[in-house]
C-alpha cells in the first residue's frame, strides 16, 4: 500500500530538474530565427562594402543600415552562442569547479563581447 | 566513480558506420564553436576600427598576415554558412517534420554542398563587387 516507487537516488537528491530547462530551448530558437533573417544580410552587404579595407569597413559601419544591422546581428549573435556554448559545457565538463569556473567565464566574455561591440560601432556611427 | 564507469553509456561512436547525419551533427557542433571563435574576432577588429589602431588593423589585413586572415575568413564564411543551413533545418526538427532517415541523409549531403556554394559566392561577391 504505501510502498516508495522513489530510487534511492531520488531520496538523497530530491530537488530533480531545475525547470529552467524550456526558458532556454525557447530562447535558443527564436535567437536562431532573429539570426536566419538578419545573418545573411549582414554578411552580404559586408561583403560587397570593399571590407576589410579600412576606409570602406568605417564607411559601412558608419552609416545608419550598416551600423543597424551590425548591431542587430551580433546581438542576436552572442546571445545565440552564449547559450549554445553553454550546452556544450553542460554535456562535455563533468568536473564541478572546472564547469562552473567556465559557465560564468561564458556569460561574462559574451556580456562584455556585447558591450564592446555596442560601443564601437555608435563610436563609429556617431 | 566505480559506479558511474560501469553503467552503459551511449553512443557507441566507435561502432557505428559513419552516415551523413551523423557527421551533419558533428558538424552543427563544431562550427558553432567556430562561429563563437569567428564572432570574438569581429567585436576585436570593431574595437580596433572604433579606437584608430591602424598598425594593429594594418598587420591583419595587409602584407605577411593578409592571407593568414583572409583563409580564416573563409573558415569563418563556410562555419556560419554550414551553421546558418543547418539550424534551418532544426527548426524544421522542432516544428515535427523531416525525421525520415534516408531524407535526412540526403539533406545532410544537401546542406554540406550549399554551405560551399554561399561560401564561394559571397566570397567572389566580395573580391570582384567589393572595392579592394
Redesign the interface.
Known amino acids: 500500500m504505501s510502498q516508495s516507487f522513489r530510487t534511492p537516488a531520488k531520496r538523497i537528491n530530491p530537488h530533480g530538474a531545475a525547470h529552467a530547462g524550456t526558458g532556454h530551448f525557447i530562447a535558443q530558437r527564436v535567437s536562431a530565427i532573429a539570426l536566419a533573417i538578419v545573418l545573411p544580410v549582414f554578411v552580404v552587404t559586408l561583403a560587397l562594402s570593399g571590407a576589410p579595407d579600412s576606409f570602406a569597413a568605417r564607411s559601412y559601419f558608419a552609416s545608419p543600415f550598416g551600423a543597424i544591422v551590425s548591431l542587430l546581428t551580433l546581438t542576436a549573435a552572442l546571445y545565440h552562442m552564449r547559450l549554445g556554448l553553454q550546452v556544450v559545457v553542460e554535456d562535455y565538463i563533468h568536473t564541478v569547479a572546472t564547469r562552473t569556473a567556465l559557465l560564468v567565464l561564458n556569460s561574462l566574455l559574451a556580456a562584455g563581447l556585447w558591450l564592446a561591440a555596442a560601443y564601437a560601432l555608435l563610436t563609429l556611427a556617431l | 566513480m566505480a559506479n558511474a564507469h560501469s553503467r552503459p553509456i551511449a553512443p557507441h561512436l566507435s561502432v557505428w558506420r559513419w552516415h551523413a547525419t551523423m557527421l551533419s551533427s558533428i558538424l552543427h ?1 563544431a562550427t ?2 567556430g ?2 571563435l569567428g ?2 574576432a ?2 576585436i ?3 580596433l ?3 584608430n589602431s ?1 598598425p594593429l ?1 594594418g598587420f ?2 595587409e602584407g605577411p598576415m593578409e592571407w593568414v ?1 583572409r583563409i580564416g ?1 573563409i573558415a569563418l ?1 563556410w562555419s ?1 554558412s554550414y551553421h ?1 543551413f543547418n ?2 533545418r ?2 524544421a526538427w ?1 516544428a515535427g517534420t523531416g525525421f525520415d532517415p534516408q531524407g535526412s541523409n540526403l539533406r545532410s549531403l544537401i546542406i554540406i554542398v550549399l554551405s560551399v556554394i554561399a561560401t564561394a559566392a ?2 567572389f ?2 573580391l570582384t ?4
Open positions: 557542433r558553432g564553436i562561429n563563437y564572432a570574438v569581429l567585436v577588429w570593431l574595437v576600427l572604433a579606437t591602424e588593423v591583419l589585413f586572415t575568413l564564411t556560419a546558418w539550424g534551418l532544426h527548426l522542432d559571397i566570397w561577391a566580395a563587387g567589393g572595392a579592394s
